[in-house]
Structures are given as structure tokens and as C-alpha cells.
């Protein structure tokens, strides 16, 4: 299913083809097809979000597969980032919003009166554009989650730091400096953190908000080589300003642009080997290509 | 053509024309006289500290700050119930205007156009321009006229309300200064507003926090109309006797702390200026010593408060 090239090799060889409005097609995963397709992990259902009057989201539909890595993309300003926001309830967090239409998650709907955001929150965790580090030291950036859900064994602790930060593909470059300031790390290094953080609570499914978009292009790399690693055990959801990201790491691809009356709308929904080589939308198709947005 | 192409084809450029030496003289006018006015603004400050220092410094002595007073007529003697009830009191308004400073501070600085944030922003601008004997009145009507007597509690009470807008201003604006991405980081792993603000926001702002208690502290203990209608000032009031008396004669902690609390008791603001009405010199002169203490209790609040914020915030960026 996954390429056996690492993807280290095909994004060198792609340095002359960055310039080119057309996408390198090499990066889209091969041989995956229909019958790869599991089970949906996130459902939904005519969403429209409203920030006070304003009509941020318009009927938005998507079923995003488990243990796959969904990309949303879209000009700036499209909604995507609301979008993201609304699978783990952070747009709760803004006064005026309402929402209407459903999201299921594991067919439970997430809105629902009687669901508990905490749980939410912790079956999807978050990583943010910017990384985010709490002013602590790297253990205790980690051992925040599940302190909050009452693991406080030093030894259990010591094992959930361990194995996320293996899993974020950090362990090797800070286990000798776990008590050092999360603030010492470089930004590649604060953004693995901050994944590491979000593993650390066992979520399900993983929202990506940009996360390279304020990284250089090697740390960007490992960023995205862990995506993959993850997407083994997670579902991925990440929204992206980088075309040949998306292309590079997602198996299906989202896109969404803006209506007449700045609604943000879903255009196209599907498997990202089509979306980048077979678009069904003009619109769509000059997005890609470069000619819009 | 440019204007350079054009001045250059005239071939006139000139940096020095005659017209150019009233500009300059301008400048140098304007400059003096800001930096002449900078200096006698200055004046009084250093007047004042080197004045204090010069008068307080010649009756400095170590008895000033182990001796409690001696009546007049007879030598030595210092001041130590004013030191130590203020201490006292120093505590007292520090209980009474902490808890509830830093709670109100995370209400408006979380909830900032609700007519209880407006309330509290609002609230602590008035609060810091009002009299500080209106707030003694305050005092007064509110402790001493119920309880019927005057009381440290009194004074820490109104101590405590001069402190209030200090702790709410410095803890909202350190409060907000908190990046919005950490309480973002924090509620997404499913932590709870409270316990986001306790265990991310709290901390992240803590160094903030501590300095504006300090600067108020250094605020409120410098004070002397509040506690002229509460504390009123006891020149027997020995805190250390108090505590060890009672601890002989096994008496409770609730009786202590009502000796403690319950009585009048004198402060270093209140004192100086009671010596110095007094008409004779051995008192005028402790005056002046209390009042080289006071400055340099004050200065060093000041001091630590700014090593405090330096210290902690070079320590944190590693």
C-alpha cells in the first residue's frame, strides 16, 4: 500500500518540478485503489457554521476514512480551518458560533446534548499551526494529558512520555534533556513535541491545522514522513495551504473555496490520486494547476 | 527626469547652504532644553532620597530595630511595634486582596465584555484614584465602628482595598499577555477551562502576578491616611510577647490570633508621622531614622520585585 521508496528519495528528486504549476504525480501513493477504502471514521452531514450573522460553512458533506490521512485545501479564508475546528468542538470556543447539521464520529453524534467535550477532545486531538509548547519542560509537556485523566504513577508516566515521543519521532534527540524547558527545542523539534503531546492521551484521530506551515523544509519533511508513520494507527485530518503537500502525504483530498457571498464550500471530495490527476471540477482543476488562488 | 537627474544636470548639490544653520540651531535649542527640563524633574527625587538618607542615616542604630520605644527622657529605644505591625499588616492586606484579586483578574480578562468584566476594569481604575483616607473611612465605618474598637484587622482591611486594583490590573494584563495558542493547546487535550486556567495559564503568567503583589505591597505599607481610623497606632503592641505569652499559658490559636488582630497596632508610615508632630527632638529625630527605614523597605520591594521579573523571565527562555 505504501510506496517501499522512502519519501525522503522522491522529494529530492522533485526539487526541479516545485516551480512547475503541474504536480508531480510520483508522490501520489500508488496501488491504491477502491478496495483499500475502510471503514468511515468521521461523518458529516449538511454542516453549516454561522460566526453571529456571518455564514462561515455552507452544507459541507465528507466521510473520512479511518487510518487514512484526509487533506482539506482550499484558497485562504474558505472555511477549512473552521471545518477542522469542528471535529473536536474548539469552535465552542468562540462566542456567536452555531452549528447546524450533524457530525458522527465512530457514529456517535459529537454534537449531541448529552456529550461530554472533554471526552471529545480526547479521542481527537489537536495539533496547531504554530507549535505550541506549554512554558514546561519536555516531560511535563507530554505527562500533561494524561495527568489530566488521573495517571500520576511516576512509572506509567514515564512509560506514555517514552512511547510518544518514540511514536513522534523525537525519543532519540531529547531523551537525555527530558527536564530541560520545552522552549530550548527548534520549531521542527516544538512541533514533534506538540504531536508527541497529542499522542500521549491515546486519541483516535489526529486534526492537523497547517502543521508545517511555520517550519523549514527539512523539518517540514519529517513532519510529514511522521504523518505517514502515524497514519498507520490514526486517522489523519490536516488542512494545508501546500499543494504538493497534500499530494505528497494524503490518500483523499478536500477541496473548498469560497461561494459569491464568502461561504466557505466543498467543491470536490475524493481519493487524491484522482483529485490531482482527474479533477471532475473546473474549479477544482485551477486550483491545482495554480490558476486560482 | 528625476529630481536627482535634474539637480545633478544643474550641478548644484550642496549639503551645507547658508539656510541650513538655522535648522541645526533649532535642533541643538530644542535638545538643551529638553535635556535641562529632564534634569530638574530629576532634582527633587534625588533631593528627597539623599535628604532622607542624610538626616535618617545619623540615628540609624541597631536598637532601632530590636527596642521597642522608651518613654520620653530616657535613651535609646527603637521602633520595633512599628515594624512589626507593619509586617502584620503587611500580611493582612496581602490575605485579603490576593485570593480575590487574582480570581476577579481571570474572570475579566476571560470574560472581558460582560457587564461584570466592564464592572471590574472599570471598577479598579476608580478604585485606584480614590483618596486613600476615603478608603480608611471606608474601614472605619465597615470594622472598627461595628466591632466598637480599633484593630489590626482594620487596618489590613483597608490595606488591602489600597492593593486591590494593583493585584487586578498587573494579574489581567499578565493574564492576557498569555499567548492564546497555550489555552488553545490546553483545552484541546480536554483539559477544563479551570483547570487550563490553574495549571497552563496560572504559571505561564505567575512571574507577572508576583510582581504586581509586590508593587502593591510596596504600595500599601508606604500608606498612612488608611490606618489612621483603623490601625491608630499602640506603642506597646508587641507581637513576639503576644505569641510567646500565649504559647506559655497554653492558650488556643484562635485566642492568639485574636490578641494579635484584635488590638490597635502602630506602623512605620503611622509612626513617622506621629514622632514627627512631636515637639521633641529625640523623636523628630527617630522620625527621620523611620523614615530612611521606610525608604528602604520600599526600595527594596521595588528592587526585588524587578530582579524578580528579570531573574525568572531570562530563566524560563533558557
Given amino acids: 500500500m505504501i510506496t517501499k521508496e522512502p519519501l525522503t528519495n522522491m522529494i529530492t528528486e522533485d526539487k526541479t518540478s516545485t516551480h512547475s504549476p503541474r504536480i508531480n504525480l510520483k508522490f501520489v501513493r500508488e496501488g491504491m485503489g477502491e478496495e483499500d477504502i475502510q471503514k468511515t471514521m468521521v461523518k458529516v452531514d449538511n454542516l453549516s457554521v454561522y460566526y453571529g450573522k456571518f455564514r462561515a460553512l455552507t452544507d459541507i458533506n465528507i466521510e473520512v476514512k479511518a487510518k487514512k490521512i484526509t487533506a482539506l485545501i482550499g484558497p485562504s479564508g474558505c472555511g477549512k480551518s473552521t471545518l477542522l475546528r469542528c471535529f473536536n468542538r474548539m469552535n465552542d470556543l468562540i462566542q456567536n458560533v452555531k452549528i447546524e447539521g450533524k457530525i458522527t464520529v465512530d457514529d456517535l453524534d459529537i454534537y449531541a446534548p448529552d456529550v461530554d467535550v472533554v471526552e471529545v477532545r480526547r479521542k481527537i486531538g489537536m495539533v496547531f499551526q504554530r507549535p505550541n509548547p506549554f512554558p514546561k519542560s519536555i516531560y511535563d509537556n507530554v505527562a500533561f494529558g494524561p495527568r489530566l485523566y488521573g495517571v500520576n504513577k511516576r512509572s506509567k508516566l514515564d512509560e506514555i512520555v517514552q512511547q510518544s515521543l518514540m511514536q513522534a519521532a523525537l525519543w532519540d534527540e531529547v531523551k537525555d534533556k527530558l527536564k530541560q524547558s520545552a522552549y530550548a527545542l527548534s520549531g521542527g523539534q516544538q512541533q514533534r513535541l506538540c504531536i508527541a503531546r497529542a499522542l500521549a492521551v491515546e486519541p483516535e484521530i489526529i486534526l492537523m491545522d497547517e502543521p508545517a506551515s511555520a517550519l523549514d523544509p527539512i523539518a517540514t519533511l519529517k513532519i510529514e514522513e511522521l504523518m505517514r508513520e502515524l497514519a498507520v494507527h490514526y486517522t489523519i485530518i490536516v488542512v494545508t495551504h501546500n499543494m504538493q503537500q497534500a499530494a505528497r502525504v494524503s490518500d483523499f483530498t478536500a477541496f473548498l473555496t469560497m461561494n459569491p457571498d464568502r461561504s466557505g464550500m466543498m467543491v470536490e471530495y475524493g481519493l487524491t490520486s484522482q483529485i490531482f490527476t482527474n479533477p471532475r471540477d473546473k474549479r477544482t482543476e485551477d486550483y491545482i494547476t495554480g490558476r486560482f488562488g | ?318
Fill in chain 2, 1 to 318: 527626469m528625476s529630481t536627482i537627474q535634474q539637480t545633478l544636470a544643474r550641478g548644484s548639490i550642496s549639503f551645507s547652504r547658508p539656510q541650513y544653520w538655522r535648522r541645526k540651531f533649532t535642533n541643538r535649542l530644542m535638545l538643551s532644553i529638553t535635556g535641562i527640563m529632564t534634569l530638574i524633574a530629576l532634582v527633587p527625587l534625588f533631593w528627597i532620597i539623599g535628604y532622607v538618607i542624610y538626616k535618617g542615616g545619623q540615628y540609624i542604630s541597631l536598637d532601632l530595630f530590636t527596642q521597642m520605644p522608651r518613654p520620653l527622657g530616657v535613651q535609646g529605644g527603637g521602633v520595633l511595634h512599628a515594624i512589626q505591625g507593619t509586617l502584620l499588616l503587611s500580611v493582612l492586606a496581602g490575605i485579603f486582596s490576593i485570593p480575590p484579586g487574582i480570581l476577579a483578574a481571570f474572570f475579566a480578562a476571560r470574560f472581558p465584555n460582560t457587564p461584570i468584566g466592564i464592572a471590574v476594569r472599570f471598577g479598579t481604575d476608580v478604585m485606584s484614584g480614590v483618596p486613600s483616607i476615603v478608603v480608611g473611612m471606608f474601614a472605619y465605618a465597615l470594622i472598627v465602628k461595628v466591632q466598637g474598637h480599633f484593630s489590626a484587622l482594620a487596618g489590613g482591611f483597608a490595606l488591602a482595598l489600597i492593593m486591590l486594583p494593583t493585584v487586578i490590573r498587573t494579574t489581567e494584563e499578565m493574564i492576557k499577555l498569555v499567548p492564546q495558542s497555550l489555552r488553545e493547546a490546553s483545552l484541546a487535550l480536554g483539559a477544563a477551562e479551570w483547570k487550563t486556567s490553574i495549571s497552563v495559564i496560572l504559571p505561564a503568567a505567575a512571574n507577572g502576578i508576583v510582581t504586581g503583589i509586590i508593587l502593591g505591597l510596596a504600595r500599601a505599607s508606604g500608606e498612612t491616611a488608611p490606618l489612621l481610623f483603623t490601625a491608630l497606632g499602640n506603642e506597646r503592641f508587641d507581637a513576639v510577647a503576644i505569641v510567646t505569652n500565649g504559647i506559655n499559658a497554653k492558650q488556643s490559636l484562635w485566642v492568639i490570633l485574636q490578641r494579635l488582630l484584635g488590638q490597635p497596632v502602630d506602623s512605620l508610615p503611622l509612626t513617622l508621622w506621629k514622632y514627627a508632630q512631636q515637639p521633641f527632638p529625640e523623636r523628630i529625630n527617630q522620625s527621620w531614622a523611620v523614615a530612611f527605614v521606610l525608604m528602604l523597605l520600599i526600595l527594596t520591594l521595588n528592587i526585588v520585585a524587578r530582579l524578580w521579573v528579570h531573574f525568572r523571565s531570562t530563566k524560563i527562555r533558557g
